[in-house]
């Protein structure tokens, strides 16, 4: 199954799926995810509730690591990070 069918198969969102990610990898990180709408907020919630398998795990591993900064260099420098 590829990974874009990943959130199908499960009944869930793409943004379930990354918190579920996110919670499953670091569960000592709480998600503040952006909350527009109370059913934006209800979507989110319900992502604690997604249990992912190792074999889902490693697909999403496998998508690859973040690279470069958040911020402009300029920005950092003015919160001392």
């Given at each position: 199954m590829s990974f874009a069918r990943l959130p199908e198969a499960r009944g869930a969102s793409l943004a379930q799926v990354a918190l579920a990610w996110l919670?499953?990898?670091r569960p000592d990180?709480?998600?503040i995810p952006g909350v527009?709408?109370?059913r934006t907020m209800?979507?989110?919630i319900a992502a604690a509730d997604i249990?992912?398998?190792a074999e889902e795990l490693g697909r999403l591993d496998a998508i690859g690591k973040p690279a470069g900064l958040r911020?402009?260099?300029a920005m950092l420098a003015a919160v001392n990070i």
């Open positions: 919670l499953a990898k990180i709480v998600p527009k709408r109370r209800s979507d989110s249990a992912l398998d911020y402009p260099e």
